[in-house]
């Protein structure tokens, strides 16, 4: 510990980057699961995913489901399985950054909250309910987070250089 008061926004801001480092394993879970299917025959996998989830594959939404996993290369996988890895590790950086009290790091998540917003608005506004409502009110609770954490930073006195 550095010997600094502990204050509630220093409290929520290590509860984002907990977030987000959570955010990151569950990317590189979704990778890893990418990477195990390069090899797999994906119609065939796709169609035991529907039937072990007990519903019909002749269904509208368990055939898009099974028409688009036919439709996955080996090239668009591999794509896929980078993107996450990627993602992965801006989150885990975010996550670092964080922890460490960096204030790229704080005008990083208060960007990457920003960016969300209007993906979930349209979302909701689609219809798409209460998960688009809860992605909001995350992402609004995280942007005002890291905004007042930057406003707290700028109002510190800057200690005295001997």
Do not use: C, Q
Not at 19 to 41: M, N, P, Q, T
Not at 55 to 64: D, K, S
């Amino acid at each position: 510990m550095s010997g600094k008061p502990i204050n509630s926004t220093h409290r929520l801001v290590r509860g984002v980057a907990a977030f987000e480092a959570f955010k990151g394993v569950l990317a590189l879970l979704a990778a890893s699961g990418l990477f195990l299917l390069l090899h797999e025959d994906l119609h065939r996998f796709a169609i035991r995913l529907v039937e072990h989830a007990h519903l019909n594959p002749a269904a509208r939404y368990p055939g898009i489901f099974i028409a688009a996993m036919s439709d996955l290369g080996n090239a668009r996988l591999v794509l896929l399985a980078l993107g996450a890895m990627a993602y992965a590790l801006v989150r885990f950086v975010e996550a670092y950054g964080l922890f460490r009290e960096a204030a790229w790091a704080e005008v990083l998540a208060a960007a990457s909250g920003l960016v969300y917003l209007p993906f979930e608005a349209v979302a909701l506004m689609r219809g798409e309910g209460w998960l688009s409502v809860a992605a909001i009110i995350v992402n609004v609770l995280i942007v005002a987070i890291m905004l007042t954490a930057l406003v707290r930073r700028r109002s510190r006195p800057v200690p005295a250089r001997d």
